[in-house]
């Protein structure tokens, strides 16, 4: 038992929640060619991170030439106008950078991370890489080859590595969400050069671009000097496309086994749910937190601990630009059955639909909110990235202070009617990894 | 339109300040490094002592590793259930981490939840429940986690690796333990393991945060001053010099890859030559322009990566190059891994040196960002005996190191007839690839490293 002392200690950190979080100030403002611009001031260690979030990602493609905006993002780094191929990394290590970049199905997410005083060189290298890309045979050949290896070690030597893709492909049947980002080989070895040259023409044009900027900077300079290497660059003429497929409902429950080379099944149950920042997707990410943050969670406490019929259990909301998904997971331990797996799993769902749940687990949530806060914005990167976001998805860079108080509006009743809402058994892909030696015989 | 032709140059120097550490002590003997740093309302809190798997019997490999799962289900007046509910519900994350040499406990907090987070950490130092029930459940988690890794290439590679380079030390095996030795770890093991190597410990604690010196170390003389802190457990690491270094292949039926770690041990971290083997490993494979990775990812197209690198346990040090290559690419990967490392012995040029020595010295300040990166700095520091100091004098050392000496820690630190070299992948497309190019059988191993 606790005491009366410790109580009130915890009761006062509730009423915290909140109330200390520092805001994060910015400027922003666009450039005549409709390039976006974030930036933030933080000097307390002498680096920056410039970031460039280019609005495309797998859901702009074509569906005969998937993984094209991922291919993209590795072209990217093969050289332009007068950084020669193999430069790019080189320049950027040579001053003490580090660099990378990672494609999703909404966007492709650039960064470089500096001391402070190569700001200039940061933003010549992603000028020069948007306004004159180099895009020839050499490039495309080396690349296919190093993506053919990224989609083996990334996806298919992994244990359980297909799961997303396994599952999107079965929860879409038209939305372009149904690839996954790393799309098909075969799509890339099919496309033609000039199809390449298209596509950086289409999409890496600066108004689709928003510039993130974050770190030991002065505010002043840094707008020159964006003035000087980005505002000469012209706005792009041809169409953006994003996708307007609404995918209909999914019209009952859609179930699966995939048979991989591992030795503990995999139970997923993916609920289709709305798109992030829309007022349910709040709720629906409390319920994750509810079902699978931290060790005394629900399915953790009860399937792992309590029942022992998993080593690993998770639940995360994939929210995305469009409607995304709702997962919910765990790893049998050995000699457990995926069928009696899922029946704990469901049990643990049946619950939080049935009965509200508790005020003291739903204060948990809110502090365990705030710390998220300040892991997330704990690094230049992380804020850039972030103000970017809420930027290019809800045209308001400013969530990054008070998205907070949309989950802080969330009430158990909420997490309740969500979980009735949308945790439904006609709402949903259930997969199975089984072993490949559970294979039937005539399914070899 | 403006002249695009030259990069630009830097806009003056860098006003880069290190943070200033101070060593405390409690009443009780333990040293608190603290740094203070504002920037967030946050403490980032680790707990060391030198507890890690090499205190574990041969035969039972894995019991540190066990041990660190049960100390936290159930302390003080918390069983395991309530003791997590409490960190939760504070928005604290706490972690505890097993390597070879030492047992971490980390605590990330909010400032104004530090005083009763760590109180709920100081239970788990000094009251761990250690119950039957809690044991036969952690234990039964533990085997399901490694049969669960068994199916992970990369930490296959890795595991057997260690066994073939440290075969008869106490670095042998993985810190997680076999299943056939965890099999044979009982509840009086773990709490003879948490009595003599935890409880009573002499505790090194770390602190990164927002938050008063005075006010830290009351805390923590609250809670952890009744623990009399023993000295240090001696333990003796003999390397072994009959390693048999060859070729080693772990079949992976129907794998879609090779992944691949040739290598051998190296001297520890604190060492004369460290830097020039720094300087060195950049070149070679520690950045992604180094030429393992430009040859093999950019120039063959073999992989998505592949690095070297030189990590430090506290007896010993490891060098290895570690790739992940398509399948029919397996032997050619290997001879270009074989060109590179003695390409470094006989061919390195100065503006190699100059580009690495750059990179090293202007990226250093990227390393004291967030909480936790400044914290790890400081412990590895004191884990090899190394004087705080060391980080003013880093980039000095970077930068006076010359040619002469990145080719001479090259020869020293690279023994090309000491390489073990261990394949894991599908055995049928592999052996007949290394036998046609290397006229070598080589062994074949099962997944935990023992000869089939």
Redesign the interface.
């Known amino acids: 038992?606790?005491s009366k002392i410790?109580s009130l200690?915890?009761l006062?950190?509730f009423v915290?929640v909140n109330a200390?979080i520092?805001k994060i100030t910015f400027e922003q403002y666009k450039l005549d060619n409709g390039m976006n611009v974030i930036l933030h001031k933080?000097n307390?260690?002498?680096?920056v991170a410039v970031t460039l979030l280019y609005h495309v990602g797998s859901k702009n493609e074509d569906p005969q030439r998937t993984g094209f905006a991922h291919f993209f993002e590795h072209l990217m780094f093969e050289g332009s106008?007068?950084i020669p191929r193999?430069e790019f990394?080189?320049?950027s290590?040579?001053?003490?950078?580090?660099n990378n970049a990672n494609t999703n199905p909404d966007r492709t997410f650039y960064y470089q991370?500096f001391?402070?005083?190569?700001?200039?060189?940061a933003l010549?290298?992603e000028?020069?890489r948007l306004m004159s890309l180099n895009i020839d045979s050499i490039g495309v050949?080396?690349q296919?080859?190093?993506v053919?290896?990224?989609r083996?070690?990334?996806y298919?030597?992994?244990?359980y590595g297909t799961l997303i893709e396994e599952t999107f492909k079965r929860a879409y049947k038209v939305h372009p969400y149904r690839w996954t980002t790393i799309g098909n080989p075969e799509d890339i070895n099919k496309a033609t050069l000039q199809e390449f040259i298209d596509f950086h023409s289409t999409y890496y044009v600066p108004q689709n671009v928003t510039l993130s900027i974050a770190g030991d900077i002065d505010i002043p300079k840094t707008k020159e000097l964006i003035q000087?290497?980005f505002s000469?660059i012209p706005k792009g003429t041809k169409e953006i496309k994003r996708p307007k497929e609404v995918e209909p409902d999914l019209g009952g429950e859609v179930r699966d086994i995939v048979y991989d080379?591992?030795?503990?099944p995999l139970v997923l149950h993916a609920y289709r749910v709305p798109a992030q920042g829309t007022p349910d997707s709040y709720a629906l990410e409390m319920l994750a937190k509810v079902l699978s943050?931290?060790?005394?969670?629900r399915l953790y406490?009860e399937l792992?601990?309590k029942q022992?019929k998993a080593?690993?259990t998770g639940s995360f909301p994939y929210f995305l630009e469009d409607p995304g998904l709702f997962l919910t997971y765990g790893?049998a331990?050995?000699g457990i059955k995926a069928e009696d797996l899922e029946a704990a799993i469901q049990t643990e769902i049946d619950k939080v639909k049935k009965d509200l749940i508790s005020e003291?687990e739903f204060?948990?949530l809110r502090?365990?909110?705030?710390?998220?806060f300040?892991?997330e914005?704990?690094?230049?990167l992380g804020v850039a990235e972030n103000l970017a976001q809420y930027f290019v998805y809800f045209g308001d860079a400013n969530l990054i202070n008070t998205e907070i108080d949309r989950y802080m509006k969330v009430t158990r009743e909420d997490i309740k009617r969500v979980a009735n809402k949308y945790l439904t058994k006609e709402n949903r892909v259930v997969l199975y990894y089984l072993p490949k030696s559970m294979k039937p015989a005539d399914k070899q | 339109m403006i002249n695009r032709s030259q990069a630009p140059s830097p806009s003056g120097n860098l006003d880069f300040k290190l943070p200033e550490i101070k060593v405390l002590k409690t009443i009780n003997n333990f040293d608190v490094y603290f740094v203070k740093k504002e920037k967030l309302p946050i403490v980032f809190t680790n707990v060391t002592c030198d507890a890690g798997s090499k205190f574990d019997p041969i035969d039972k490999k894995g019991l540190a590793y066990l041990t660190s799962l049960v100390i936290d289900e159930g302390a003080g007046e918390f069983n395991a259930l309530q003791l997590s509910d409490e960190f939760d519900k504070l928005g604290s994350i706490f972690s505890t981490y097993i390597g070879h040499d030492s047992n971490d406990f980390t605590l990330l907090s909010l400032k104004e939840n530090f005083d009763y987070s760590f109180y709920l950490l100081s239970k788990v130092l000094t009251e761990p429940h250690l119950e039957q029930k809690d044991f036969d459940r952690e234990k039964n988690k533990l085997i399901n986690r490694i049969l669960q890794l068994k199916d992970d290439a990369s930490f296959v590679a890795s595991s057997v690796f260690e066994k073939i380079v440290f075969k008869d030390t106490f670095y042998e095996l993985p810190e997680i333990g076999l299943i056939s030795t965890v099999s044979n770890i009982n509840l009086d093991d773990v709490i003879k393991f948490y009595n003599e190597n935890i409880f009573s410990n002499h505790y090194k604690i770390f602190v990164v945060g927002n938050i008063e010196e005075d006010f830290l170390l009351t805390t923590i003389e609250k809670y952890l001053s009744k623990i009399n802190p023993l000295q240090p457990k001696e333990i003796s690491f003999t390397k072994n010099e009959k390693v048999n270094a060859k070729f080693y292949v772990v079949d992976k039926k129907e794998s879609a890859q090779s992944e691949i770690i040739i290598g051998h041990t190296a001297k520890p971290r604190n060492t004369d030559d460290y830097y020039p083997t720094k300087v060195m490993n950049a070149i070679l494979g520690g950045q992604f322009s180094s030429r393992i990775n430009l040859n093999l990812r950019e120039n063959k197209g073999y992989t998505y990566g592949a690095s070297s690198s030189f990590s430090y346990y506290k007896h010993s040090g490891l060098f290895a190059v570690h790739t992940a290559v398509n399948i029919e690419n397996t032997a050619d990967a290997i001879k270009e891994i074989f060109n590179e490392l003695k390409g470094i012995q006989t061919n390195v040029k100065q503006e190699e040196v100059d580009f690495a020595k750059s990179y090293l010295i202007k990226e250093f300040p990227s390393k004291f960002e967030t909480y936790s990166q400044v914290e790890k700095i400081i412990e590895q520091l004191i884990f090899h005996s190394l004087p705080l100091d060391e980080i003013k004098v880093y980039q000095a050392k970077i930068h006076n190191v010359k040619l002469d000496e990145v080719l001479l820690a090259a020869n020293n630190n690279i023994q090309l007839d000491k390489l073990s070299i261990v394949v894991v992948g599908d055995l049928e497309k592999i052996i007949p690839q290394i036998k046609n190019q290397f006229n070598i059988e080589p062994a074949i191993l099962d997944n935990e490293g023992n000869k089939i």
């Open positions: 038992m606790k410790l200690l915890i006062f950190s915290a200390q520092k933080d307390s260690t002498p680096i106008k007068n193999g990394d080189k320049i290590q040579g001053a003490g950078g580090t991370i001391p402070s005083n190569q700001l200039e060189l010549w290298m000028s020069d050949e080396t296919r080859k190093v053919k290896e990224e083996k070690q990334s298919d030597n992994r244990p000087k290497y000469e080379n591992v030795q503990l943050t931290g060790q005394s969670s406490k792992v601990d022992q080593v690993v790893i331990n050995i003291k204060q948990k502090n365990q909110k705030e710390t998220e300040y892991t914005n704990s690094s230049v």
